[in-house]
């Protein structure tokens, strides 16, 4: 892709979480379960939600190789999301719920991020069992989400 | 044999009524039941078919639909929410939305004007906020039953 990317993600940036289930997607909503913590198959139990960094036209070069991943599935797209607006989430009652966005580049990807969250004090991984506060986080990202981009 | 219905509204005129009726000749036995309100059940209406097809089409999808980690839609909480949504009255779900879950659970998804909500539903407990103003309820773990749903539905609507 050839775009250098700092390593600190700016409060200004957009970044995008890649929607690969159509499921995700229904009566004109995001589902806030879109955003999760996954389990790769090389068996890392991620500690981040992850997204990409950019803007749209980058996005749309790096994720047209994106391939669906389940057979006979299609892609659907991917969700714009306002790192100051990530950042800002609070959760009530007791706001007890931290969020950011690192970056974590690859080879493959230099501008791969993460949503990290940590509650009371401790980081939500895909292994975290369900709780409240993680739907409320999960639905507050699903509403600050300012576009839909379809591939 | 033939039967005779009587309603009352009164319960306290059913030990005379019942006991003027036994001395009748022809009478065979006299029981008391309670009228189950037609209001109580719900009919299958249009709200509930698009939740029922949502929900046939969410139990379509396999392990893997949203990447290796991801789960089919357990059986059980499928039969169990398929039964539940036809015993809920149409105006209480308005607003809700069913989407996957990638363990392999249901999740309702809830916005309006001043309030947003979620329930995840496992086999066996379901999980859930509500958040009306600054106000918040939620439960990490209450049993899936009707009337727990509902419930949650009502705090929702109320």
């Known amino acids: 892709m050839g775009e250098e990317f700092s390593e600190i993600v700016s409060s200004e940036e957009n970044v995008a979480r890649i929607i690969f289930s159509p499921s995700f997607i229904f009566g004109g909503r995001v589902s806030p379960t879109a955003f999760r913590w996954e389990i790769l198959p090389s068996g890392t139990v991620e500690d981040y939600i992850s997204v990409l960094r950019g803007n749209t036209s980058k996005l749309d070069a790096a994720t047209r190789f994106f391939k669906a991943r389940n057979k006979g599935d299609s892609r659907y797209g991917y969700a714009l999301l306002n790192v100051s607006d990530i ?49 409320m986080l999960q639905k507050r990202l699903a509403m600050i989400c300012s576009e839909i981009v379809k591939f | 044999m033939r039967k005779l ?17 036994r001395q009748l000749n022809g009478v065979e036995r006299v029981v008391a039941m309670r009228e189950v309100s037609l209001r109580s059940v719900p009919k299958v209406g249009k709200t509930h078919q698009i939740f029922l097809q949502r929900i046939d089409s969410l139990s379509q999808l396999s392990d893997g639909w949203d990447g290796n980690d991801s789960k089919a839609i357990d059986s059980e909480c499928i039969k169990k929410i398929r039964h539940i949504i036809t015993k809920i009255d149409e105006s209480l779900l308005k607003g809700w939305v069913l989407f996957p879950e990638s363990h392999g659970y249901l999740y309702f998804d809830y916005t309006g004007a001043n309030s947003i909500a979620g329930i995840t539903l496992t086999p066996n407990k379901m999980v859930y906020f509500v958040q009306k103003g600054d106000c918040v309820q939620k439960n990490d773990g209450v049993k899936l039953t009707s009337a727990n749903f509902i419930s949650v539905l009502e705090q929702v609507n109320g």
Do not use: C, Q, W
């Open chain 1, 87 to 135: 950042r800002n989430i609070k959760i009530l009652p007791n706001n007890n719920v931290s969020v950011d966005v690192k970056s974590y580049p690859s080879k493959t990807f230099p501008f791969h991020a993460g949503i990290i969250a940590d509650i009371d004090g401790k980081r939500v991984t895909a292994v975290t069992d369900i709780t409240p506060e993680i739907m």
């Open chain 2, 5 to 21: 219905v009587v309603t009352i509204n009164d319960s306290a005129v059913m030990p005379r009524l019942k006991s003027a009726i």
